[in-house]
């Protein structure tokens, strides 16, 4: 019972802010436009400068770990090639962009930062993951919906140069980076900076977590369901059963192991279905996905977080 308890103090506060984010879109105080523009601020202010504040504030060679960052790395490109690989095999080919992107993005950054911070009030080892991660995430789903785009799709001329740039000035790996320099210098932020910025830094989990529930349709479920719950299930399943074990070999506990887990097993990004509408994709199965896995992680969490903290690695 403890390591129930312990388990749903992680994972039913974020819950229950999505389905909070439901209910205000309903009662009409969250509109779609609002939803876009609190995204937009999560994405570009609140958690870029959340991770930076944490990161700022300790030794960072002190956390720095190479083979955790190469570990979270290896098992991204990975599952990205396993769910390339059933794709292939069981997807029908006007969608396997979709599915595959949506198989293995995970909502590192918002998602990550909401299950450390109700575990350990911190997330730098998060920022580690992502480091590993978030880089493949958005160099990985270009290349496949480019090359996977319905009626036979090929890379753009200068597109790949694009992503590059996107990934170099990234806001949230903008924050690791800037977060990791300020953590070497030998002088600290005058307190008034500081507490400002980790005001806004704070709002980053709730209203990012109520935006995206307030983005779940219901009515998108029926078309592209086969599909979509195939790739949910890689998502908050599969990917976790094969590369969980591999983590505890390594030796990987407590937050080092709750980044792994997140990065494996949390819900799909909605930045996956705003990228495969802007690249020719019908983005249905990647919204069905978005909103069966935004949804079913936190039982599935609840259950991962539930079996480590049971056997000890938690």
């Known amino acids: 019972m403890e390591n129930l308890v312990y388990s749903l103090e992680a994972t039913m506060p974020v819950f229950l802010l999505m389905i909070a984010g439901m209910l205000f879109r309903r009662m009409g105080l969250f509109s779609e436009a609002f939803t876009r523009g609190a995204n937009a601020f999560v994405f570009r202010i609140a958690l870029p400068v959340s991770l930076f504040v944490q990161l700022s504030g300790v030794e960072i060679l002190s956390v720095w770990d190479t083979w955790f960052v190469l570990f979270c790395a290896g098992a991204t490109v990975l599952s990205i090639l396993l769910a390339l ?30 299950y450390m911070e109700n575990l350990y009030g911190e997330a730098s080892m998060g920022s580690l993951m992502m480091v590993g991660s978030v880089p493949i995430y958005n160099i990985a ?81 029926r078309s592209r369901a086969g599909s979509a719950i195939l790739a949910s299930v890689l998502k908050l399943v599969v990917f976790a059963v094969l590369f969980l ?11 080092k192991l709750i980044a792994v887990m997140v990065m494996l097993g949390s819900a799909t990004t909605v930045a996956g279905y705003i990228m495969a509408k802007n690249m020719g994709h019908e983005g249905t199965l990647t919204q069905t996905a978005v909103m069966l896995t935004t949804l079913l992680s936190s039982f599935t969490m609840t259950f991962w977080i539930y079996l480590m903290r049971t056997l000890g690695y938690l």
């Open 141 to 221: 789903a270009v290349l496949i919906l480019s090359f996977l785009k319905p009626g036979g799709g090929k890379m753009q001329k200068g597109q790949f140069v694009r992503v590059l740039k996107g990934v170099v000035t990234n806001p949230i790996i903008l924050g690791i980076v800037f977060g990791c320099i300020a953590s070497l210098l030998p002088f600290s932020m005058p307190h008034i900076v500081s507490k400002a910025l980790s005001d806004i830094g704070k709002t980053a989990t709730p209203l990012g977590l109520m935006a995206m529930g307030a983005q779940v349709e219901f009515k998108s479920v």
């Open 85 to 114: 690989l059933i794709a292939r095999l069981t997807v029908k080919e006007e969608v396997r962009g979709e599915f595959v992107q949506a198989s293995y993005r995970s909502s590192a950054s918002l998602l990550g930062m909401a």
């Open 245 to 255: 074990p591999a983590a505890v070999a390594l030796g990987f506990r407590r937050e």
